[in-house]
């Protein structure tokens, strides 16, 4: 009366194809940890060695990289460089 090793495999499905597909395939997320995903459906499939990050903590990663590449300095919430705004010249 005990089938709860079924649900237990039902838990484990890809994050990007939401399927179960090979088993063998399937890694877990080293960073959200509660992810599980297929080798073939990573982004960095097949270019990476090795699979730990599945597709959603890889983007959110790249999303860092940029942003830290564009804006050397930490305090990039308010663009007040001399671009933006201009000062109103009072003209008569
Ligand atoms: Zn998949
Ligand atoms: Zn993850």
Redesign the pocket.
Known sequence: MTQKKEELQRSIECCMCGDFGLHSELFQ?K??QF?SQHRYCSNVYPKAESYQ??N??LSQKDDIKERSQNSSNSTSSNKTNSGGRRRRRYSS
Do not use: G
């Open positions: 997320c960073i959200c992810r990050e599945c959603w903590c």
